[in-house]
Every structure is written in structure tokens, then in C-alpha cells.
């Protein structure tokens, strides 16, 4: 629900400070002429009553990191939306509320806060102007209340060690004290009231945020060691470490594995003191570099932007003193967790991808699922969050973060006409929906995008050509990051993307005529369902090469381009893994084509191949033409790859370009593995019905959880020497029912013996 508040959105006076009022919306607009700011503001309030509750409303643009009397409250707000290479403000905003009173005293109170100005991610959108916004309502213990708002009645000032989101100079900054009630602001401003915005409350828990600390610390020159006093110190909490004079020292901190999180750093030196920070995923890659300057007395820095971080390369250099370091650390970031599910079997690798995965999902649900914390694209990467999704409700069971993702998309559709970055992720955003409702149910966010289902459906029709297949598309991206000669599925000529695309339109024909038919828009439905038979049709005649038993990738031509996200139309005829995969897994090739086509897509390597994104799909195909019990597992252990080069968290591709190692579209496994070997797979919306039909192909046993709205689904299936033991524990809210009932010797069913005779559990 919108709320305009008592209080504006507040900012540095203009009067004073002109040119650090605006700034571009996003990172893809023209940075000509702003200038990057920080600006920090007191709000000093005396509490005479102990306080009961607090209501604490918080907003800015950019970001905001919020104090209450030196402690950090949290940070915000939530990353509202967007699409790649997108300059265009959405008409929504959010606000975050705190509740936490711990920090109050009786007596003055501070409540402090910096706002950074400038976008400084993909993700990152701005409204163009500086702007912090707060409501705090203190209900106190006698049954008043007292309400203070963001207005004239607040200082500010400009933080002018804030050089860029990369360096933060101590020197010019004021003490960390200036968050507290007792720091002297006579010769700060007073902050200026901007303009009223209608916010709209956060749908989603605030995250979750704990230290890290290193597990391991190593001084790359040994030869300066003994100047590292007391280096464990690094791997505790409020322990110091100091830095004796000399030339610049170095040292890598080790925290084990990959963690979304800030760094944290509380020190102490002369003023000029360098602290330089390289970030890795791995060693030897710099991802990304920050650096502090020291001024007087004790200093804090903390980053602003989210890192992916293993490794953390630190170099001190202009040392005219010694150095003492108090808390180096990581602040990691993450969803908080109410329930999990588990997956562990008799193959060890298979845990190990299957952990990997959940890890890497982790780190990439923040308050918007990210590609990964080294891009943090926007919403436009939406087959990644289709992924994730898909993860998300066999490990952490919680729906919110989709149904955030899925709303904000529809803003961004609606907006631009349909239209999206990623041509092909347009499409799967209505799979998207469709896999949400299954899961949960909830008809409510199916009828509130509806119209950007048809939205979508229509533009795409727009799409096809006299052939019946799509002959117009803007380009045929996204299909796979696979190089092909001097192309890459990323966005590929129209002969290796056009059967891809006008596979993922045929499917989102199918599953938006059913969202329709459930929102009662029946005449709808019918005419997008009848588009379906003529595409898949088309699809067939134009595709189908008998001689070569595949479907080609599309249509040689001589088109002609001047848009670089499409090429040129090429001459030739291109076969790959990803529109046979499609086909099978959509229902283009007639049934008795399925297990040919898929026998030939694991097995021919002149097709072009998967990375791990599109091995969902591959992995779903074989399922869904009876043959993940003959491959699927073979194809997961593939992984072993990326966890080789990179233990606990996922690389991006199996190979071809210079990618991160926290990418969360490479976790199907994480999916299939307890959809697949578990056997656990809703039937019914909501969950309110499930099957239940393990497979343990080449192991010997394999156990664990699936979260549900009714709590946890558990199976434990294994083979002993008289045949197959299954155990199930099913909340008495879900219907189950038990397939290939046949294949297990005894089945216990919430600690009872199931008899010969029943099926299905009502």
C-alpha cells in the first residue's frame, strides 16, 4: 500500500551545495557533470519515557546506511527494479521499517545516517535527485506517543572523504563519533526539505547481516612477517593487530569460501595511511579494488556496494607510524532463513554440487535475486531468477523474494511496451509465474499480471512472419553464453536463435493461455491457445531436417543488421543441443521423437554445446522424455568441473569467457536432485498435493527435506538386499501419491507401514 509521510524526502540545501543535488538514474546513462556524494545527517531527540515500541520508516536515493546512536540499524532501500541498459526511472519507490529499540537511552539520542547519491551498480537506480526520508514513532511505556520526521530540524553536511564508492578518505571525513548524541554539528547545515514522494512499504524481511571473519592469514613477503604482530588477531573479533613503520606490507586474508558481503575495517594510524583492498573470487583474479585513507584517532570504513569475496588482498603502505587494525572482517548479507530443506545421498561429489549450488543461491538471494554479487544485474536477467526460483523452493521454501521479482518485472513491462533486454527472458518471466503458482498457490499475483502475460504474448505475435514461425524479432538473445566462431549465443544471428526463440514463444503460449483460463479470461485463453497449435505446426515444417533426424536452429538468409545486439543473417545451417533440448521439453516434436532426439543431444558432439544455464533445460528434457534415469546423473557429475576450480560456490560456464564464480544459473543441480532422486514434485497448486516417486539410479541410498507451506516433506529412500526401503514423513495438510508404488519393498509413511493396497494418501 502506497503511504505519502508526514515528513519530505531532505537533502543538502541547494543554496549552498548546487552541484551536488542531481544525478543520473542508472550506470547506463551519461555521467557527464555530476559528482559523486555522500551525505550524512544527524537527528538529535531526547526520550524522558522508557520506550515500548518503535516504528522507524527509512528511505533515500541512492542507498542509505542507517545508525541509531553509533549502531548500524541497517541499510537500504530495497533495489527497485530495472532492466539492463535502462536510463528510465520506474514510478515506485520503497520505504524499509526497523523496529529494533535496543539502542535507545534516556535521554539525547542520535539517530545518524549516510546517503550515497550516485548509482554505483547495474542494479543501482536513483530518482535522479538526492533525497533521505524518515518517520519514527516512539510509543511510550505511559501510552503517549511522539513522532519525529525528516525536516528542517536536521543537520547535514556533504562527507568529503567520500571520493568514489572505491575510496573513502579518513583524512577529510569527520570522526566515526559523528553518529553519536554528544559529537559537536555547530558547523554543520541545516538539511533542506526537497519534494513528497508516495512510497511503498518493503513486501520482504529485512536481510540478514553477520561478521565473517578469516580463516586463514598469510604475509606474501616473508621477509616483512615479524612486522605483522599478532596476525591471528585477524581471525577474532575486537583483537588488535599492529603494523610496525617500514615499506608497504601485504597480507591476504582467507575466509574459507565465496560470501556476499562489505568489508569492514576499524583502525587506527597516522593520518595518510593507505589501506588498499584487492577483492577475489579466486586466486590470482582481481575482481574488484577499494581503498581507504586514514585521518586522526580510531576510523571505520565499511564498502558500500555488495562484494563477492574469498579472498581479500590487503596492502598498507605509507606507514610513517604503526598501524593498529581492531576488526577486519566481512559483513555478509543474505535472506534470512525460517526453514531448509536438505539433500545428501551415497555419492559424495552429488553433495558436494548439490551444497555448492544451495551456497551460491544464498549469496544471490538479497532483496532481489542477483545473476551473481559480481554483476548484480537488474530484472532483466530474468532466466536466472527462473532458476533460482526453482532452487529457492526446494532449499529455503520461502516464496517472497519471487513474488517481489515477478511484480517488479510487471512494472518494468508495462513500462516499456513489453519490451526487454534479454528478448527470450520476456518469455520465460511467464514460466516464472507459472512455476510460482504451482508451488504456492497463490492466484492473487497470477491476476495481478495477467495483462502483462498478454502483454507479452501479443508482442511476440507481432513477431511472426508469413511462415508462421518468428521472422521479425529485435534480436534473438538470450540463448546461451557459447562461443560459435566469431558469434556467441548470447545474441546470435538469426539462423542459430530463431528456433530457440520460436520455441520459448510456443511454450509461453501454453503456460499464459493457462494463467489466463485461470483468471476467467476464458476468450483469451482459447485465441492464444489455438496460436499455440499453429506455431508448433509451423514450428515442425520449418525446423525439421529428416535426413540429420534434428531440428535445425534456424533460417539461412542474407538479412542485413545495423543493431549489434543482431548479426547479420548468415548463409549457413547450425544444429545445437539447445533447439533439439527445447522441442522435447516443450512438446514441438512429436512424442515418439523424444528419446531420439535427446539420446542425440547428450551424445553428438557436432551439436553446439550447453553451458551449465541451459543444462536446466537439458536436465528437464530428459526427464520429461523418460531418460534422466539413463543420463541424468552422468550430466550432473559434470560439475565436478566447476567445483575443482572453485570449491563451495559455482562458476558461471564450463568454459569460453571471463566470468564469476557465484553465479546461481549454474545451480539446476540444487533442483533436480531432490525433484529428481527424492521424487518430490507438486501436482497440485500449493503444494496441497505432491508425487512421491524416488529414483536412485547408480546409488545406494539417498535421503532429505523439501520445504512446503505445511512444513517439511522428508524422504529417505535406500536399497538393502531384498529390494528398496522408503521412508516418508508428509504433513497431514498434503495429499501424496506414490507412482511407482511397485518398486519399493516396504514403505513407512509418518511412521506407519503403508498397506498393499493404498495408492495415494488423501
Known amino acids: 500500500m502506497e503511504k505519502v509521510w508526514k515528513g519530505n524526502f531532505i537533502w543538502l540545501p541547494k543554496r549552498k551545495y548546487p552541484q551536488l543535488q542531481e544525478t543520473y538514474q542508472t550506470v547506463f546513462c551519461d555521467k557527464t557533470g555530476y559528482h559523486y556524494t555522500v551525505a550524512l545527517f544527524r537527528k538529535i531527540f531526547s526520550v524522558q519515557i522508557p520506550v ?6 527509512v528511505s533515500a536515493s541512492v542507498k542509505y546506511r542507517l545508525y541509531l546512536n553509533g549502531k548500524l540499524l541497517g541499510r537500504g532501500p530495497i533495489i527497485q527494479g530495472g532492466d539492463y541498459n535502462n536510463c528510465d526511472v520506474l514510478d515506485y519507490w520503497f520505504y524499509d521499517i526497523y523496529t529494533d529499540i535496543s539502542p535507545l537511552f534516556l535521554g539525547e539520542n542520535c539517530l545518524a545516517a549516510q546517503v550515497s547519491l550516485q548509482t554505483g551498480i547495474m542494479s543501482d537506480y536513483s530518482l535522479g535527485r538526492g533525497g533521505f526520508a524518515f518517520e519514527m514513532t516512539l510509543e511510550l511505556q505511559d501510552g503517549t506517543t511522539v513522532t519525529y520526521t525528516s525536516d528542517e530540524t536536521v543537520a547535514c553536511l556533504p562527507d568529503k572523504g567520500a571520493v568514489s564508492p572505491k575510496l573513502q578518505n579518513g583524512e577529510n571525513s569527520p570522526p566515526k563519533s559523528w553518529k553519536l548524541a554528544g559529537f559537536t554539528d555547530n558547523d554543520w547545515d541545516t538539511a533542506e526539505s526537497q519534494f513528497m514522494k508516495a512510497l511503498l512499504e518493503r513486501p520482504i524481511p ?12 598469510k604475509v606474501l613477503n616473508q621477509s616483512f612477517a ?11 573479533m575486537n583483537s588488535v593487530t599492529k603494523v610496525a613503520f617500514g615499506s608497504p606490507l601485504t597480507f591476504v586474508l582467507d575466509f574459507g569460501r565465496i560470501h556476499a558481503g562489505r568489508i569492514h575495517l576499524e583502525c587506527t594510524g597516522s593520518p595518510g595511511t593507505r589501506v588498499t583492498m584487492h577483492i577475489s573470487e579466486i586466486e590470482g583474479k582481481i575482481d574488484s579494488t577499494v581503498s581507504f585513507i586514514m585521518g586522526k584517532g580510531a576510523q571505520e570504513y565499511q564498502s558500500w556496494n555488495l562484494q563477492s569475496i574469498r579472498y581479500l588482498t590487503v596492502t598498507i603502505s605509507n606507514i610513517s607510524s604503526s598501524v593498529e587494525i581492531n576488526n577486519l572482517y566481512l559483513v555478509s548479507s543474505y535472506y534470512p532463513v525460517s526453514q531448509e530443506g536438505t539433500f545428501c545421498c551415497s555419492d559424495s561429489l552429488l553433495n558436494d554440487i548439490y551444497q555448492a549450488g544451495k551456497n551460491t543461491l544464498q549469496f544471490c538471494r538479497q532483496d532481489y535475486h542477483l545473476d551473481s554479487p559480481v554483476h548484480q544485474e537488474a530484472l532483466g536477467c530474468t532466466g536466472d531468477y527462473m532458476i533460482e526460483s526453482l532452487m529457492e523452493y526446494y532449499t529455503f521454501g520461502d516464496p517472497g523474494l519471487t513474488r517481489l521479482d515477478i511484480w517488479r518485472t510487471a512494472q518494468l513491462l508495462r513500462a516499456h511496451d513489453g519490451v526487454m533486454f534479454h528478448t527470450s527472458y520476456s518469455l520465460l518471466y511467464i514460466q516464472m509465474i507459472s512455476d510460482y503458482y504451482l508451488f504456492t498457490g497463490d492466484l492473487e499475483c497470477v491476476v495481478q499480471t495477467s495483462d502483462t502475460v498478454e502483454q507479452l504474448l501479443s508482442r511476440f505475435d507481432g513477431y511472426l512472419g508469413e511462415t508462421g514461425i518468428i521472422e521479425y524479432a529485435p534480436n534473438y538473445m538470450f540463448m546461451d553464453w557459447v562461443p560459435v566462431g566469431k558469434y556467441n549465443l548470447h545474441h546470435p544471428p538469426k539462423a542459430m536463435g530463431q528456433a530457440y526463440l520460436t520455441a520459448m514463444y510456443y511454450n509461453a503460449l501454453l503456460q499464459g493461455e493457462q494463467l489466463l483460463r485461470l483468471c476467467g479470461k476464458e476468450t483469451q485463453s482459447s485465441y492464444w491457445k489455438q496460436k499455440a497449435v499453429q506455431l508448433k505446426e509451423a514450428f515442425h515444417r520449418n525446423f525439421w531436417w529428416e535426413e540429420r533426424g534434428l531440428y535445425c536452429d534456424g533460417l539461412p538468409g542474407n538479412e542485413t543488421s545495423d543493431d549489434i545486439w543482431l548479426p547479420d543473417n548468415l548463409s549457413k545451417t547450425f544444429f545445437s543441443q539447445h533447439t533439439n533440448t527445447l ?4 512438446g514441438l516434436a512429436p512424442k515418439e521423437y523424444h528419446q531420439a532426439l535427446m539420446t542425440q543431444v547428450i551424445s553428438d558432439d557436432t551439436l553446439i554445446q550447453a553451458q551449465p544455464y541451459f543444462m536446466h533445460f537439458v536436465l528437464n528434457a530428459l526427464a520429461e522424455s523418460g531418460l534422466f534415469e539413463k543420463y541424468g546423473l552422468e550430466q550432473i557429475r559434470r560439475w565436478r568441473a566447476l567445483l575443482e576450480e572453485c570449491p563451495g560456490s559455482l562458476k558461471e560456464v564450463w568454459y569460453g569467457f571471463d566470468c564469476d564464480y557465484s553465479h546461481a544459473w549454474s545451480g539446476t543441480p540444487t533442483y533436480q536432485l531432490p ?8 501436482t497440485k ?3 496441497t498435493q505432491i508425487e512421491i ?5 547408480d546409488l545406494t541410498w539417498a535421503k532429505g527435506s523439501v520445504p512446503t507451506p505445511y512444513g517439511m516433506v522428508k524422504v529417505s529412500v535406500e536399497k538393502q538386499h531384498d529390494g528398496i526401503v522408503l521412508s516418508l514423513y508428509v504433513p497431514n495438510e498434503i495429499q501424496w501419491i506414490l507412482p511407482n508404488k511397485e518398486s519399493f519393498t ?7 507401514i503403508v498397506s498393499d493396497s493404498c495408492v495415494t494418501c488423501q
Open 685 to 687: 497448486p500449493g503444494m
Open 206 to 217: 529485512l536481510l540478514d547481516e553477520q561478521p565473517v571473519l578469516a580463516k586463514e592469514v
Open 52 to 57: 515500548k515500541h518503535m516504528t522507524l520508516k
Open 226 to 236: 615479524a612486522r605483522l604482530t599478532s596476525s591471528a588477531s585477524l581471525m577474532q
Open 693 to 697: 516417486d524416488p529414483w536412485l539410479g
Open 583 to 586: 522441442a522435447v521439453l516443450y
Open 746 to 752: 516396504c514403505i513407512t509413511v509418518n511412521d506407519a
Open 675 to 682: 525433484a529428481r532422486v527424492l521424487g518430490v514434485r507438486p
